[in-house]
């Protein structure tokens, strides 16, 4: 697995990914989400990528008192490998990086995984 930043040729893939773990919501623009990351610089996107398919995701985010994450995700048929607390421990580093004291992650409480 290799994680980097994300790139504009992953768009696509990207909102499917979230879209099949069940992470975008009709009144909550995806597309919106990463432009306004994209654009922030307190902010950052990174992609893992599984075999040359992009198998997982988180946005960061940080105020400068918390970090946040977001879309936090691993495709389902790349699961049970430690994708995800992989790109955790990215996210974890990205704020600690910047000096932040706190992380706080979004789950919604019908996540199931």
């Known amino acids: 697995v290799a994680f ?5 040729s992953d768009h696509e893939r990207l909102l499917q990914l979230w879209h099949d773990c069940d992470l975008t919501r ?37 105020d400068g008192h918390r970090g946040w994450v977001y879309y936090l995700a691993v495709d389902p048929g790349y699961r049970h490998r430690g994708i995800g607390r992989a790109l955790m421990a990215q996210a974890e580093a990205w704020v600690r990086d910047r000096g932040v004291p706190k992380i706080q992650a979004l789950i919604r409480h019908d996540n199931l995984a």
């Open 4 to 8: 980097r930043a994300y790139l504009s």
């Open 26 to 62: 009709p009144w909550n623009d995806p597309d919106d989400d990463i432009r306004q990351c994209i654009e922030n610089p307190s902010s950052q996107l990174l992609v893992a990528v599984c075999e040359e398919t992009l198998c997982g995701s988180v946005m960061i985010g940080c």
